[in-house]
């Protein structure tokens, strides 16, 4: 069992389908928490959390939703290997601007 993250981003998703393919199928995310018919999934990747869930036509938006979705978000996520995400990598469904990183080790640094 996963905990869970104290902090998780929510994302509107135009095909939750989709974005879970993209996340769980390229990525390496698992489904920790699905309802199917509300179209929402929440994900987990080694404590790397996000949730995804479909635009409804009667849903509350603060502002009208252009693509790509989440113009200015950038999240950073670390992923055990980089290169075989990026073989495959085109874009988020949605376009949201992915970073994704991979540990290479311990360098040293100044404060």
């Known amino acids: ?8 981003p929510e994302l509107s998703v135009s095909d939750v389908a989709a974005s879970q393919r993209f996340w769980v199928g390229l990525i390496g995310f698992e489904v920790m928490y699905a309802r199917p018919e509300e179209g929402f ?5 080694a404590g790397a959390q996000v949730m ?7 849903q509350w938006l603060p502002a009208p939703l252009v693509r790509p979705f989440g ?11 980089l290169a075989p995400i990026l073989a495959r ?17 311990n360098r040293p640094y100044v404060v």
């Open 1 to 8: 069992m996963h905990e869970w993250a104290k902090l998780v």
């Open 52 to 58: 995804l869930e479909a635009v409804q036509a009667d």
């Open 71 to 81: 113009n200015g978000l950038n999240l950073q996520i670390e992923v055990p290997a």
């Open 41 to 45: 999934v929440y994900l987990n990747l």
């Open 89 to 105: 990598l085109a874009q988020d469904p949605d376009g949201y601007l992915l970073r994704l990183v991979e540990v290479l080790g």
